[in-house]
């Protein structure tokens, strides 16, 4: 099943890499990820946090040249149910926006910022909706949007992404379907994640169809579904389950990737697919990293021919 125009890549947050300004020794060089992600076999590399990587175009254009890797998109979370909290936040993402455009990379991801109140509840939101917005934080969002897409207007070609992701108010499939709902059609589609899918109550493949006009990025990543149950039973909060490793190599979890594949490609669905194994890792945890990395990679080559 061999299908020449998707790239496939890797990003930071697979080497643990959540924020531009950790503590000390919290992260790892940005070369020894670039140097993994393309001794792993991929062809491209998400941006990270800003800041992680260079950010001046000369600079990381030279970094991805020498290992011939190709930008793909950047992670912006905003308070999307605080309009004013966003437009304080909106020069990140004009940078963001600024540097990926000098790329000629299509889409930016934007996503809700993660709340404790969520985070508490990851994977376990009530489905009568009592865990969501209201319909005011609902009105509130869709002005937030607003600002945004005002922003992502000024780069031409440059288009969203909308990230929904367990532990934010864009988890289920139900908050994802408004969220599009109050999305402009023709600025903002959905990365869809996988993960993010199955933790959050819903079916992958099933995302992917009933939303194929409005998937324009996609983050493949699996969960262990022991892992998974424990957190559903114990109603451990997003960070625990983070920590104890909830996020699977490629084909060794409860996605059921087939399915999603077939449901991309039903779809025609060209560009980037990212591979994405969040984990929380320091030290010697950096070698698992490349590792999983390597498998992931492996995993698609075999079953697609990727």
């Known amino acids: 099943m061999v299908e020449t125009s998707l790239i ?3 990003a930071p947050v697979s080497w643990g890499v959540y924020t531009s300004e950790p503590r000390l020794g919290e992260n790892p060089p940005y070369g020894v990820v670039m140097d993994g992600i393309a001794q792993a076999g991929y062809a491209a590399t998400e941006l990270g946090p800003y800041g992680y990587y260079p950010t001046a175009a000369p600079a ?10 190709q930008l793909a998109s950047s992670y912006v979370a905003l308070p999307l149910d605080q309009p004013d909290a966003v437009v304080q936040r909106l020069p990140l993402l004009d940078q963001v926006c600024a540097l990926l455009h000098a790329f ?16 508490a509840i990851a994977g376990s939101v009530a489905a009568d909706g009592s865990d969501s ?19 992502v207007r000024r780069y031409a070609g440059l288009r969203i992404a909308f990230h929904h992701e367990a532990s934010s108010p864009v988890e289920t499939p139900d908050e994802i379907e408004r969220l ?48 998974l149950a424990h957190v559903r039973r ?7 389950a983070w920590a104890m490793g909830i996020f699977a190599e490629l084909g060794q979890g409860c996605v059921n990737v087939p399915r ?8 025609s669905y060209k560009g980037l697919i990212i591979v994405e194994q969040d984990i929380v ?8 990293a490349l590792a999983s990395a390597m498998a992931s990679r492996a995993y698609l080559r075999r079953e697609f021919g990727w």
């Open 180 to 227: 599009l709902t109050v999305a402009d059609p023709e600025l903002v589609g959905l990365c869809l994640d996988t993960g993010h899918a199955v933790y959050g109550g819903g079916d992958a493949a099933e995302l992917a169809r009933r939303h194929a006009r409005r998937v324009w990025y996609v983050h493949l990543k699996d969960v262990w579904p022991d892992k």
């Open 260 to 267: 999603v594949v077939e449901q991309l490609l039903r779809n």
């Open 104 to 119: 000629r990379v299509p889409y930016v991801m934007v996503a809700a910022d993660a709340t404790p109140a969520r985070e």
């Open 133 to 151: 917005w209201t319909a005011a934080e609902w009105a509130r969002v869709e002005e937030s949007l607003q600002a945004v897409t005002e922003v």
């Open 60 to 69: 990381l254009g030279q970094e991805l040249a020498r290992r011939g890797l």
């Open 234 to 240: 114990e109603r451990l909060p997003a960070p625990q």
């Open 8 to 10: 496939i890549g890797n």
């Open 281 to 288: 890792a320091t030290g010697s945890d950096r070698s698992q």
